[in-house]
């Protein structure tokens, strides 16, 4: 998972909370995106930006933000969970350049009650 | 809008050769991905198809039919480790939606010894 780092790796939320998931990479790459993956369902696109000042939504992004101020960062932030939310989600990046490899994060392990 | 479809499980032997198989119906097309990924883990790029034909690498191939909707991934000389989920994903052909993927649901492979 070489340069993506996303945080934190687990959380516990109670429902109605908000709480923010960091994704940071140092690898330079214009394209980062947010996925969630549940059981038998594959990933799914929540949000993505194209480079830094551009955000867009993917196939679920309700109940999600993104930002991207800096080409490092891109944050996700759930504006007030739900169990719904329960999920694992991973942090992507792409060198648009110069290939077609897509970087995954770790990961982060979401449980909201 | 994209559909994508593999098998949910399929179980083979120490030293076998399984084919897992990904079919689609898209939109458009432009690139297939196979990824591996172990439980608990983020999934790990192994291959990509643009165009029709046969790519390999080691142990693993994957062949392109984009006539047909089509891909597979061959696993030859089975090994323990290779026990993980293998997700197929289909890349949008719109450039300006920044390497969007859309992943099938993921094929449980299970190495027995």
Redesign the interface.
Known sequence: NAGVTQTPKFQVLKTGQSMTLQCAQDMNHEYMSWYRQDPGMGLRLIHYSVGAGITDQGEVPNGYNVSRSTTEDFPLRLLSAAPSQTSVYFCATMDTRSGNTIYFGEGSWLTVV | GQN?DQP?EMTATEGAIVQINCTYQTSGFN?L?WYQQHA??????LS?NVLDGLEEKGRFSSFLSRSKGYSYLLLKELQMKDSASY?C?V?DPIK???????????TRVLVKP
């Open positions: 994508i949910t690139g991905f608990g883990e983020a999934p790990t790029f990509y997700l994903a890349r300006a939606a920044g390497n969007k993927l859309t992943f099938g649901g993921g």
